[in-house]
């Protein structure tokens, strides 16, 4: 007779279990297992950065699905079991597919045109404003004035060096490249976070994340192109 019970049990939890194995399987396991493959494999170099990044949303996701349960009282059980899945589906999903579809493509694409602005500011501006600097300096009185701004008096023995004011120069123009990176940041970042409503993962702050970094990459090929500008234009 308990034999029987227990047949009966067994096929009861076989029934009721079948589908949510099928559905954890199919939803997350395999889907999961190709994505990670393929966004933590590769270069050691790209897999440590995609590792880092994904560990940081991982976490971040987590610890947001504890305080959104302790601050509405839920119980421990729950919190805690959302706080597990909150973590394995974004480090095993959200992170992987974001990677894969956006950032890797962009960073490389971004690798590919800061090299480009590179060599254009190296082979093409440098040379473009010494000409026009020594353009300028032909006219009458420019040379002198220039000699008075860019060297020291000249006196026997000591070393010509930069005056103060090549060094303001300097400094406003890398204070603006910084206001105008902190500026395209800004304006990507909110961008980015309203064209993609995500209530689920905002509950996690992961689209905060996710958009933070897009607006942080969209900053930087901003700010590079116009350092490479700055230093090859000295």
């Not at 190709?34 to 790209?46: E, R, V």
């Not at 949303?57 to 504890?66: D, H, N, P, T």
């Not at 349960?69 to 480090?91: C, D, R």
């Amino acid at each position: 007779m308990t034999s029987a019970n227990e047949s009966g049990l067994m096929k009861v939890l076989k029934v009721v279990l079948t589908p949510f194995v099928f559905a954890v399987m199919f939803l997350f396991w395999k889907p999961a297992k190709f994505l990670s493959g393929k966004a933590y494999g590769g270069k050691w170099k790209d897999s440590l950065l995609a590792g880092l990044i994904g560990f940081a949303l991982s976490c971040l996701a987590a610890v947001s699905a504890a305080n959104f349960g302790l601050a509405h009282g839920i119980s421990f059980i729950w919190w805690g079991l959302a706080s597990v899945v909150a973590f394995v589906y974004t480090g095993g999903i959200v992170w992987p597919a974001a990677f894969l579809g956006v950032f890797k493509p962009l960073w490389n694409f971004g690798d590919k045109l800061l090299d480009l602005t590179r060599k254009l500011a190296k082979n093409v501006t440098g040379p473009l404003f010494a000409g026009a600097a020594s353009v300028a300096r032909k006219i009458p009185g420019a040379d002198a004035l220039w000699e008075v701004v860019q060297n020291t008096p000249v006196v026997e023995g000591a070393k010509s060096r930069k005056r103060w004011a090549v060094g303001v120069c300097h400094g406003v123009v890398f204070v603006a490249t910084l206001a105008l990176t902190a500026l395209v940041a800004y304006v990507s970042y909110n961008y980015l976070l309203a064209l993609v409503p995500a209530p689920l993962l905002s509950v996690y702050f992961v689209n905060q994340a996710l958009a933070g970094l897009l607006a942080l990459t969209a900053a930087t090929f901003v700010m590079v192109p116009l350092y490479q500008l700055q230093d090859e234009g000295k």
